[in-house]
Protein backbone atom coordinates (compact mmCIF):
# COMPACT_ATOMS: atom_id res chain seq x y z
CA UNK A 1 0.00 0.00 0.00
CA UNK A 2 1.61 3.34 0.89
CA UNK A 3 2.02 6.47 2.78
CA UNK A 4 -0.66 8.13 5.05
CA UNK A 5 -0.55 10.88 6.54
CA UNK A 6 -3.88 11.10 9.16
CA UNK A 7 -4.60 14.80 9.95
CA UNK A 8 -7.53 16.45 11.99
CA UNK A 9 -9.38 19.31 11.57
CA UNK A 10 -12.50 19.96 13.43
CA UNK A 11 -15.66 20.31 11.66
CA UNK A 12 -16.96 24.30 11.26
CA UNK A 13 -20.62 23.87 12.00
CA UNK A 14 -21.38 20.59 12.90
CA UNK A 15 -19.95 19.14 16.61
CA UNK A 16 -18.46 16.01 15.27
CA UNK A 17 -14.50 15.99 14.90
CA UNK A 18 -13.17 15.58 10.65
CA UNK A 19 -10.29 13.26 10.41
CA UNK A 20 -8.40 12.63 7.16
CA UNK A 21 -6.56 9.79 6.36
CA UNK A 22 -4.60 10.02 2.94
CA UNK A 23 -3.48 6.81 1.26
CA UNK A 24 -0.84 6.67 -1.69
CA UNK A 25 -1.23 3.81 -4.25
CA UNK A 26 0.08 3.31 -7.34
CA UNK A 27 -3.16 1.89 -8.70
CA UNK A 28 -6.56 1.46 -7.61
CA UNK A 29 -6.34 -2.43 -7.94
CA UNK A 30 -3.89 -2.43 -4.75
CA UNK A 31 -6.63 -1.21 -2.28
CA UNK A 32 -8.83 -4.61 -3.06
CA UNK A 33 -7.92 -8.28 -2.41
CA UNK A 34 -6.65 -9.57 -5.51
CA UNK A 35 -7.90 -12.80 -4.73
CA UNK A 36 -11.83 -11.83 -4.82
CA UNK A 37 -13.43 -12.41 -8.41
CA UNK A 38 -16.48 -10.03 -8.03
CA UNK A 39 -16.37 -6.64 -9.37
CA UNK A 40 -14.75 -3.15 -7.67
CA UNK A 41 -18.10 -2.49 -6.17
CA UNK A 42 -18.60 -6.02 -4.31
CA UNK A 43 -14.61 -6.53 -3.58
CA UNK A 44 -13.10 -7.01 -0.67
CA UNK A 45 -10.53 -4.45 0.20
CA UNK A 46 -7.20 -5.44 0.49
CA UNK A 47 -6.34 -6.84 4.25
CA UNK A 48 -3.38 -4.96 4.64
CA UNK A 49 -5.52 -1.42 3.06
CA UNK A 50 -8.37 -2.30 5.18
CA UNK A 51 -6.26 -3.07 8.47
CA UNK A 52 -4.75 -0.31 8.21
CA UNK A 53 -7.72 2.04 7.07
CA UNK A 54 -9.42 0.68 10.64
CA UNK A 55 -5.88 1.14 12.94
CA UNK A 56 -6.36 4.48 11.71
CA UNK A 57 -10.22 5.15 12.63
CA UNK A 58 -9.71 2.81 15.99
CA UNK A 59 -7.94 5.64 17.22
CA UNK A 60 -10.75 8.08 17.02
CA UNK A 61 -14.13 8.65 18.39
CA UNK A 62 -16.87 6.35 16.12
CA UNK A 63 -18.61 9.63 16.44
CA UNK A 64 -16.25 11.21 13.54
CA UNK A 65 -16.50 12.16 9.65
CA UNK A 66 -13.59 10.41 8.26
CA UNK A 67 -12.52 11.79 5.10
CA UNK A 68 -10.20 9.38 3.02
CA UNK A 69 -7.86 10.79 0.34
CA UNK A 70 -6.34 8.35 -2.07
CA UNK A 71 -3.55 9.35 -4.03
CA UNK A 72 -3.00 7.59 -7.26
CA UNK A 73 0.04 7.42 -9.66
CA UNK A 74 -2.46 6.45 -12.45
CA UNK A 75 -5.73 7.28 -12.86
CA UNK A 76 -7.89 4.45 -14.86
CA UNK A 77 -8.78 5.64 -18.47
CA UNK A 78 -12.27 5.58 -17.34
CA UNK A 79 -11.88 8.40 -15.58
CA UNK A 80 -12.48 9.69 -12.00
CA UNK A 81 -12.70 7.04 -9.76
CA UNK A 82 -13.96 8.37 -6.35
CA UNK A 83 -17.75 7.48 -7.10
CA UNK A 84 -16.92 3.60 -7.93
CA UNK A 85 -14.42 3.91 -4.70
CA UNK A 86 -16.49 5.60 -2.42
CA UNK A 87 -19.42 3.27 -3.00
CA UNK A 88 -17.04 -0.11 -2.56
CA UNK A 89 -15.29 1.23 0.32
CA UNK A 90 -18.77 1.61 1.51
CA UNK A 91 -20.32 -1.49 0.34
CA UNK A 92 -17.17 -3.18 2.09
CA UNK A 93 -17.43 -1.36 5.80
CA UNK A 94 -21.43 -1.30 6.07
CA UNK A 95 -20.97 -5.30 4.95
CA UNK A 96 -18.49 -5.73 7.61
CA UNK A 97 -20.87 -3.59 10.48
CA UNK A 98 -23.33 -6.04 9.79
CA UNK A 99 -21.53 -9.15 10.48
CA UNK A 100 -20.45 -7.61 13.61
CA UNK A 101 -24.21 -6.46 14.31
CA UNK A 102 -24.98 -10.01 13.80
CA UNK A 103 -22.02 -11.18 16.18
CA UNK A 104 -23.18 -9.07 18.86
CA UNK A 105 -26.55 -10.15 18.49
CA UNK A 106 -25.12 -13.83 18.79
CA UNK A 107 -22.87 -12.62 21.72
CA UNK A 108 -25.96 -11.05 23.65
CA UNK A 109 -27.93 -14.40 23.13
CA UNK A 110 -25.60 -16.49 24.10
CA UNK A 111 -25.53 -14.19 27.48
CA UNK A 112 -29.32 -14.99 27.85
CA UNK A 113 -28.73 -17.90 27.54
CA UNK A 114 -25.35 -18.60 30.24
CA UNK A 115 -27.51 -16.53 32.42
CA UNK A 116 -30.18 -18.78 32.92
CA UNK A 117 -28.12 -21.65 32.61
CA UNK A 118 -26.04 -19.64 35.59
CA UNK A 119 -29.06 -19.13 37.45
CA UNK A 120 -30.53 -22.45 37.36
CA UNK A 121 -26.92 -23.82 38.54
CA UNK A 122 -26.27 -21.34 41.40
CA UNK A 123 -29.74 -22.02 42.62
CA UNK A 124 -29.28 -26.28 42.68
CA UNK A 125 -25.42 -25.64 43.97
CA UNK A 126 -26.85 -23.13 46.88
CA UNK A 127 -30.00 -25.14 47.58
CA UNK A 128 -27.31 -28.43 48.18
CA UNK A 129 -24.88 -26.42 50.65
CA UNK A 130 -27.62 -25.58 52.58
CA UNK A 131 -29.27 -28.94 53.08
CA UNK A 132 -25.26 -30.24 53.30
CA UNK A 133 -25.25 -27.42 56.13
CA UNK A 134 -28.37 -29.07 58.04
CA UNK A 135 -26.64 -31.99 57.63
CA UNK A 136 -23.72 -31.80 59.94
CA UNK A 137 -21.16 -29.09 61.36
CA UNK A 138 -17.72 -31.14 60.54
CA UNK A 139 -15.05 -30.43 58.38
CA UNK A 140 -16.47 -32.33 55.09
CA UNK A 141 -19.76 -31.14 55.66
CA UNK A 142 -17.96 -27.62 55.53
CA UNK A 143 -15.88 -28.32 52.56
CA UNK A 144 -18.67 -30.00 51.18
CA UNK A 145 -20.74 -26.75 51.40
CA UNK A 146 -18.44 -24.28 50.83
CA UNK A 147 -17.21 -25.82 47.73
CA UNK A 148 -20.91 -25.74 46.23
CA UNK A 149 -21.40 -22.29 47.11
CA UNK A 150 -18.22 -21.54 44.95
CA UNK A 151 -18.85 -23.80 42.47
CA UNK A 152 -22.25 -22.58 41.98
CA UNK A 153 -20.97 -18.55 41.72
CA UNK A 154 -18.21 -19.43 39.91
CA UNK A 155 -20.67 -20.76 36.94
CA UNK A 156 -22.38 -17.26 36.93
CA UNK A 157 -18.53 -15.77 35.83
CA UNK A 158 -19.39 -16.27 31.62
CA UNK A 159 -22.62 -14.45 32.09
CA UNK A 160 -21.55 -11.34 33.79
CA UNK A 161 -18.34 -11.09 31.79
CA UNK A 162 -20.60 -10.94 28.58
CA UNK A 163 -23.04 -8.31 30.32
CA UNK A 164 -19.87 -6.08 32.12
CA UNK A 165 -17.28 -6.71 29.76
CA UNK A 166 -17.30 -8.36 26.08
CA UNK A 167 -20.41 -6.70 24.53
CA UNK A 168 -19.15 -3.09 24.42
CA UNK A 169 -15.80 -3.44 21.91
CA UNK A 170 -18.28 -5.11 19.73
CA UNK A 171 -20.19 -2.39 20.10
CA UNK A 172 -17.66 0.03 19.34
CA UNK A 173 -16.45 -2.01 16.07
CA UNK A 174 -19.41 -1.59 14.63
CA UNK A 175 -19.70 1.60 15.08
CA UNK A 176 -16.49 2.37 13.83
CA UNK A 177 -17.57 0.37 10.79
CA UNK A 178 -20.44 2.46 10.23
CA UNK A 179 -18.51 5.67 10.48
CA UNK A 180 -16.37 4.52 7.61
CA UNK A 181 -19.52 3.08 5.93
CA UNK A 182 -20.52 6.91 5.67
CA UNK A 183 -16.59 8.03 4.85
CA UNK A 184 -16.48 10.79 2.09
CA UNK A 185 -13.77 9.38 -0.26
CA UNK A 186 -11.86 11.37 -3.05
CA UNK A 187 -9.32 10.34 -5.60
CA UNK A 188 -6.95 12.67 -6.85
CA UNK A 189 -3.84 11.86 -8.64
CA UNK A 190 -0.33 12.75 -7.66
CA UNK A 191 3.29 11.85 -8.39
Given at each position: ????????????????????????????????????????????????????????????????????????????????????????????????????????????????????????????????????GQ??????????????????????????????????PI?????????????????????
Amino acid sequence: MANARPTHHPAKKDPKPVHHLELRVRELGQLFNSMDPTPFLNKDLDREAEAFIETWAMRFSPDMHAHITVHLAQLPAEGDPSAMLTEAIHNHFNYKAERVRHELRQLLKQGRLSLLIGVLFVAVCLGAADAIGQMGAGIAFTIARESLTIVGWVAMWRPLQIFLYDWWPILGRTRIYKCLGGAHIRVVQSA
